[in-house]
Nanobody
Framework: EVQLVESGGGLVQPGGSLRLSCAASGFPFDDYTMGWVRQAPGKGLEWVSG????????VYAETVRFRFAISRDNAKNMLYLQMDKLRSDDTAVYYC???????????????????RGQGTQVTVSS
């Protein structure tokens, strides 16, 4: 059974930083592209970032490029999202998401990821 468990969300002031983590289990993690998607209040799912199975290729939505950094540790089955220079419009529930098997290029739509975790709330407010 695929399990994705996110952690690291919270309340942060504008300009601050957070690091999200995702513990994956139930599938061969190092064979799958992974990503992060988010859902802001009253809005649909938005793809944020993706990383190829080997970790060498990363892709970002324009709204987070140069502020967020995705990474993975295949030895630990862990996915991360370092979020810097946070803004109020980054407020959302963030989900770790499992992408396609050995996929290239990295999918850039939320519906191309077939499993999500329960999510972690990120609130950016002063």
């Amino acid at each position: 059974e695929v399990q994705l468990v996110e952690s690291g969300g919270g309340l942060v002031q504008p300009g601050g930083s957070l690091r999200l983590s995702c513990a994956a289990s139930g599938f061969p993690f190092d064979d799958y592209t992974m990503g992060w998607v988010r859902q802001a209040p009253g809005k649909g799912l938005e793809w944020v970032s993706g990383i190829e199975w080997h970790g060498d290729v990363t892709v970002y939505a324009e709204t987070v490029r140069f502020r967020f950094a995705i990474s993975r540790d295949n030895a630990k089955n862990m996915l991360y999202l370092q979020m810097d220079k946070l803004r109020s419009d980054d407020t959302a529930v963030y989900y770790c998401a499992k992408g396609p098997f050995l996929s290239a290029p990295v999918p850039t739509r939320a519906d191309e990821y077939d499993y999500r975790g329960q999510g972690t709330q990120v609130t950016v407010s002063s």
